[in-house]
């Protein structure tokens, strides 16, 4: 059996990657290289959070 | 190592099913106040029905969500933004890929995908190649003509974004595509069942290779119900010495349900990322026990650019409530898809699933893959005819093989038919999804 891995701690080092590409996004306003670039990590994020992300701190109602 | 490793993710698939039925509680209340702010479609049609975001407060809230049906999309691609209509719900600058349904049912229905969704679609097959046994050392052919059908496009994606080495075998005509997995030793492919066995066919009969010794190890079937047809499963397995998965999906959904590699008669739904319900088809009535068959209405709840929130896929299905051996909390589907509620017919007042003549078909030894229905009538009287052919050498064995087949068509479909045997190649020959099924009553 294989330890549970840690969501908490993934999915904190998953919205570090996300505010620095949010970042990225907009200081590359004139520079379609890194935005596009950056848009693409979001969107790599974004499939992080599905599988990590959602499920922290879910409650049963 | 990450190869050992059974589960895509080894939380989400386990998850205890209470967790599950929150984490669906929590997205769909996500998906559907989206959908509510940013789709005028689904807005005239909530507020007709007198529902907003702040009504879904508990699971049994979903069911009084209206449901979508594909005829509801066609009419609104007519309008703007051109060509999706209004139920867009990103900028149309922010579509990154269009796809169309077949128009097996109909006129086509135009899909929008944003860049986060195309990701999404590959996602939800990462899963699907991660539980069939694809791992990042497999090189996968990929047989398919990569056209404005999604099919086999966000397998592709997925098995790069698992790691393997992927073979577009685009343009290559069926000879070519199998020269190419003898060169390259690929170990896993994609297909249609009715390709996948016409591909089998072509390689022993026309390449002179015995496809079962070319080195595929696992095939993903998709478009078609028959890699869950027991008959045509095995037939395709023998025929390639491989195994063969099911895989459900379609362009205004994404890819909902696979077979995992314990293959436990059916298909698990993937309930991280789609909530599939159950309804009646004569009553609505919403069915959470096992053994009944209703029709599908799933929501993907992830999909952003255009939603798929309760929409009406008419794939018959039933739940399996035993636990599967792989593990996975998942739930399972019986059997796979067992129809389309437009597929199953009324003759001479029983109810006819073609799978279940597909079924008979393929068990029996002296027949070739290929076969047609005719459902016809005369005078007050419908009629039912199977066109099947007869393999080389059986020509003896006509008798034999005609008792059997009316004897198991009689038992698995109720039903007494007109039989016609053809020499092997006659019956027409399909490359992607097969019409082998034709009722002529409804015929204007």
Redesign the interface.
């Given at each position: 059996m294989?330890a549970?891995?840690d969501?908490e701690k993934l999915d904190e080092q998953i919205q570090r990657i996300k505010q620095a590409a949010l970042a990225l996004s907009e200081m590359g306003d004139q520079f379609p290289a890194v935005k596009r670039n950056a848009?693409?990590v979001?969107?790599?994020v974004?499939?992080l959070e599905?599988?990590?992300s959602?499920?922290v701190g879910?409650?049963?109602? | 190592m990450i190869s050992e490793?059974p589960y895509w993710?080894?939380?989400?698939e386990t998850?205890p099913l209470?967790?599950l039925y929150?984490?669906q509680?929590?997205?769909f209340k996500s998906i559907f106040r989206w959908t509510y702010e940013n789709s005028r479609f689904h807005r005239s049609l909530y507020d007709e029905a007198g529902i907003t975001p702040s009504d879904i407060r508990?699971?049994k809230d979903i069911r009084h969500v209206p449901i979508v049906e594909k005829s509801m999309m066609r009419c609104i691609q007519c309008k703007d933004p051109y060509p999706y209509g209004d139920c867009l719900c990103v900028p149309l600058e922010e579509v990154s890929n269009f796809r169309q349904t077949s128009g097996t049912t109909g006129q086509p229905v135009y899909q929008a995908d944003s860049?986060?969704d195309w990701?999404?679609w590959a996602?939800s097959w990462a899963f699907i190649l991660w539980a069939q046994g694809y791992r990042p050392s497999d090189r996968v052919f990929i047989p398919f003509g990569y056209n404005i059908f999604v099919a086999f496009w966000a397998g592709h994606y997925a098995a790069e974004k698992i790691g393997c080495e992927v073979v577009p075998g685009g343009v290559l005509d069926t000879q070519s595509r199998i020269l190419k997995i003898q060169e390259l030793k690929a170990t896993a492919m994609m297909g249609t069942p009715t390709y996948m066995l016409g591909m089998a066919d072509t390689a022993k009969n026309k390449v002179g290779i015995d496809p079962g010794t070319l080195g595929i190890r696992r095939i993903t079937c998709a478009g078609e119900p028959g890699a869950s047809v027991p008959a045509t499963k095995k037939r395709m397995e023998e025929a390639w010495n491989a195994k063969v998965f099911d895989h459900a999906g379609a362009t205004e959904i994404g890819a909902w349900s696979y077979e995992c590699l314990d293959q436990p008669g059916g298909m698990h739904v993937n309930d991280?990322?789609f909530l599939v319900e159950i309804e009646d088809i004569e009553t609505g009535e919403i069915i959470d026990e096992p053994g009944r068959r209703g029709k599908m209405i799933i929501t993907a709840l992830?999909r952003m650019a255009m939603p798929c929130v309760r929409f009406d896929s008419k794939d018959v299905i039933e739940w399996d409530t035993n636990p599967c051996s792989c593990g996975r909390t998942f739930r399972l589907i019986k059997g796979g898809v067992l129809g389309r509620v437009d597929d199953i017919t009324k003759v001479r007042g029983v109810l006819l699933s073609p799978v279940a003549i597909e079924d008979v078909v393929r068990s029996i030894d002296g027949l070739g893959d290929e076969y047609e229905v005719v459902v016809d009538k005369l005078g007050e009287t419908d009629t039912i005819s199977l066109k099947v052919e007869l393999l080389p050498g059986n020509e003896n064995n006509a008798g034999r093989i005609e008792d059997q087949l009316r004897h198991q068509l009689r038992l698995k479909t109720n039903l007494a038919y007109s039989i016609e045997f053809h020499d092997l190649g006659k019956l027409p020959r399909y490359e992607v999804k097969a019409r082998r099924f034709k009722d002529l009553r409804k015929t204007p």
């Open positions: 294989t549970q891995p969501m848009a693409r979001l969107v790599s974004k499939m599905i599988n990590v959602d499920i879910l409650t049963i109602p | 490793q993710n080894p939380v989400l998850l209470e967790k929150a984490l509680l929590k997205k508990e699971f860049m986060q990701d999404w996602e991280a990322l992830d």
